[in-house]
């Protein structure tokens, strides 16, 4: 069974949580990070292994490799993001 391939929109202080849980699972793995903050994501996504970074989330929710997502963002951007 392949693993699935999770983006994160955000690359913040919460995400460094959520990119812990990843480095050990046997059923997802850390695919993709996007960032609007330039440089972040290519930082982040080669601190936490992640084959890809962007710097607009809706490329990575365009991307057909990226299985699934996390919203990693302060909530009152959920919104914006998620619908």
């Known amino acids: 069974m392949s693993k699935v391939r999770v983006g994160f929109i955000g690359a913040g202080r919460i995400a460094d949580l959520h990119a812990r849980g ?4 046997p059923t997802g ?7 609007s903050s330039p440089g ?3 930082t982040r ?5 992640a084959d890809r970074s962007y710097e607009d989330y809706r490329e990575m929710l365009a991307d057909p ?6 919203i990693l963002l302060p ?7 998620a619908i």
């Open 40 to 42: 972040r994501a290519e």
């Open 65 to 70: 490799d990226v299985d699934a997502v996390e």
């Open 45 to 49: 996504a080669t601190e936490w292994h």
């Open 75 to 81: 909530h009152f951007l959920h919104r914006e993001v």
């Open 29 to 35: 793995t850390l695919f993709a990070v996007a960032d």
């Open 22 to 25: 990843y480095a050990n699972n």
